[in-house]
């Protein structure tokens, strides 16, 4: 019988047989120690030279890493060690000797480590990552489940854009243009009239012809659409629902948050009401025309800067002092490899502290220029959302950016009922919703003002001709939550196999 890693508690003291791959390797005097991963999760498996046969000796000194092999061994408690168990090996029997694995434990460029991703999967950290989108998408659907939402499908040709024209992927069906979805939420709308409250999950694509860290060509989204709920409602769901996802993976996903360094603030306050703000407020916010909690952007920015520059000249300072170290005649390998590690992290860390130390004075430009009217770029969002630790809510947004079923500010009819939710931290949006245009004189108005063609939208437009009612719903970027969960740099670390612009191997 073959044990998963993750169950080796319930076999203390006893012997166990595991199958997986090495992912580390050290040997000492007499010693060979694996760090055997089985995809369950990760042990550490020690092989001494007095107590198996010299033949299992010498097999573990050739299982390299990414070597595929099974074991026996008897398990030991061992605090210190990650997941608390230890294999002391008997047998070890391996299936593939790996030559020249191309991903070291050393560190790699990123753009190295995508070309290699149906590899890059199978490191620590990545695997934590799509642990934890595993566990979210759980969540995602116990959320709705339990609320007496229906999940439904929505198609991925479609024939109509839904989120403005400049992103579409336009494909041939049967000789007819045909576009790849950018939402389902039209079809979400359509089936909150037959059932009240639905959500879709499923793959959406806009064509972003753009590299940020936060835009994928294919990405998922959650889109929750509900009848009877205005904007209030739209918005009280959007936190309880995030809420309900921090907390679930803040105690379903511990060792995984763990081995990605989270940062638990995040988890801490997610509690807290989440503060609403209209989009003029949000403007002055970010114009440093208004403090939050006594903070100001602009000069959060400054000290941020300053902060920067003493962090990178104690770097440079620390670099220069271990490679005396290493340079020093006789030093032992053993001191010699840590600090080079310790140098390999500090360089990554100066290079990003470098970018931010060149990118802030363009965000402090743009903030202190932004025109009221505009949408908020990503480093606006960054601005804005640095100054709080809960996600906020940005709603009443001027109609010109916002897409066309939006329902007008029946006060203020520049605007109209849009809200995103944006996640703390600098993240910025995760989610954006409205409360939807349920008249059809003024939703035929809007596909005219949008220069959208009519004839496209007929059965949508059927929705505000038999039983029209308030709905309202929102669009959450799945792989937008996993980036914030995670606090990984850029979104193609979460998702399996990424597609973004100028990508689509592997
Ligand atoms: O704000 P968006 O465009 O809204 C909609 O699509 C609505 N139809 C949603 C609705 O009301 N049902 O997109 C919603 C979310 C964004 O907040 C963002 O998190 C994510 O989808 N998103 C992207 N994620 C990754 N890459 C992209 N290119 C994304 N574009 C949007
Ligand atoms: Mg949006």
Known sequence: MITNIKDLEQYEGKTVRLQGWVANKRTGKGLV?????????????VVSEEQVSNETFETAKRATQESSLQLSGAVIKDERQVGGYEIQVQEINILQET?????????HGVDFLIENRHLWLRSRKQWAIMRIRNSVKYAIYTFFHER???????P????????????????DYYGQPAYLAQTGQ??????????????????????????TRRHLSEFWMIEPEMAFYDLDMDMDLIEDFIRYIVTDTYKNCKQELEILERDTALFENIGKKFPRITYDEAVQILRGERDVNGKNSIETLRDDLNEIAQRIGDIKEEISTREATIQQAGVKAGVKNFNQAKVD???????????????????????????HGDDFGGSDETVITRLFNTPIMVYKWPAAIKAFYMKRDEQDSEYVKGVDCLAPEGFGEIVGGSQREEDIDLLLARIKEH???????????????YGSVPHSGFG????????????VPHIRETIPFPRYYGRLFP
């Open 33 to 45: 120690f694996l760090v055997l991963r089985d995809g369950s999760g990760y042990c550490q498996c």
């Open 99 to 107: 030559v020249d694995y191309p991903i070291s434990n050393k560190e």
């Open 148 to 154: 007496g939402f229906i999940q439904i499908d929505s």
């Open 156 to 171: 991925i040709f479609t024939g109509n854009a839904a989120e403005g024209t400049t992103t579409l992927f336009e494909t």
């Open 186 to 211: 039209l079809y979400g709308e359509a089936a909150a009239m037959a059932h009240g409250k639905v959500y879709t999950f499923g793959p959406t694509f806009r064509a972003e012809k753009s590299k």
């Open 345 to 371: 992290n500090l360089k990554n860390e100066l290079r990003d502290l470098e970018e931010k130390q060149r990118n802030i004075p363009q965000w402090i430009d743009s903030a202190l220029n932004f025109t």
């Open 451 to 465: 220069q959208l063609p009519e004839e496209v939208f007929n059965w949508y437009i059927d929705l505000r001709r």
């Open 476 to 487: 959450l970027g799945f792989e937008r939550l996993i980036m914030w969960l995670t606090n």
